[in-house]
């Protein structure tokens, strides 16, 4: 099946300091890629909808200059957290659909970030 | 507004003994329906999904499923579980837009 990965798997990083999530569709395109974040022992929650070409869609509550969203070819969406702070500790997960498969949709392994 | 449902926060069984977690929706249309399950500190991996047809579904892991739409239910089954199959399990409708809606998640407890 289609494959999602990111990168990195885990980051730790300095509060105050912004850094970088990678989404990679490897085997299909991607022109919709979707950004989870998810507590410890919590659901996962839908942050923002990355739309290749186009700005991205957020969900309510979601602070869209806090969480920068960049979808610049179809197979990459990026998340930059900006300005980090220990709240933002948690579990990122993006997912795409693989349009050719309506509804299938395939999730990357999920970034830890730890701001300390 | 689309909405998923899981009543059990946690359940425990016996290794060998068999497993329902309840799923409801709420979907306005015919739903897609999927339930995955999460190791900890582990990405999502998919057991199975209902898109339409045969309203049991089959999956890995010998899990199955039933939708059944007079009850808005979507309830994952296993008749004998082991202690691998340990881990969060959610239950997560397909909204407009591609969304994927999950459900809280139930937290499964194997007992030796």
């Known amino acids: 099946g289609a494959v999602v990965s990111q990168h990195p798997s885990w980051v730790i990083c300095k509060s105050g300091t912004s850094v970088k999530i990678e989404c990679r569709s490897l085997d299909f395109q991607a022109t919709t890629m979707f950004w989870y974040r998810q507590f410890p022992k919590q659901s996962l929650m839908l942050m923002a909808t990355?739309?290749?070409?186009?700005?991205?869609?957020?969900e309510q509550g979601v602070e869209k200059d806090k969480f920068l969203i960049n979808h610049a070819s179809l197979t990459l969406s990026t998340l930059t957290v900006t300005s980090a702070h220990p709240e933002d500790s948690s579990f990122y997960i993006c997912?795409?659909?693989?349009?050719?498969?309506?509804?299938?949709?395939?999730f990357g392994p999920g970034t830890r970030l730890t701001v300390t | 507004a689309q909405s998923v449902t899981q009543p059990d926060i946690h359940i425990t069984v016996s290794e060998g003994a068999s497993l329902e977690l309840r799923c409801n929706y709420s979907y306005g249309a015919t739903p897609y329906l999927f339930w995955y399950v999460q190791s900890p500190g582990q990405g999502l991996q998919l057991l199975l999904k209902?898109?339409?047809?045969?309203?049991l579904v089959q999956g890995i892991k010998g899990f199955e499923a039933e939708f059944k739409r007079s009850q808005s239910s979507f309830n994952l089954r296993k008749p004998s579980v082991h202690w691998s199959d340990a881990a969060e399990y959610f239950c997560a409708v397909g909204a407009r837009d591609d969304k994927i809606i999950f459900g809280k998640g139930t937290r499964l407890h194997i007992l030796p």
């Open positions: 990355s739309n290749e070409g186009s700005k991205a869609t957020y």
């Open positions: 997912s795409a659909p693989d349009r050719g498969k309506s509804y299938e949709q395939y």
């Open positions: 209902y898109f339409s047809g045969d309203t």
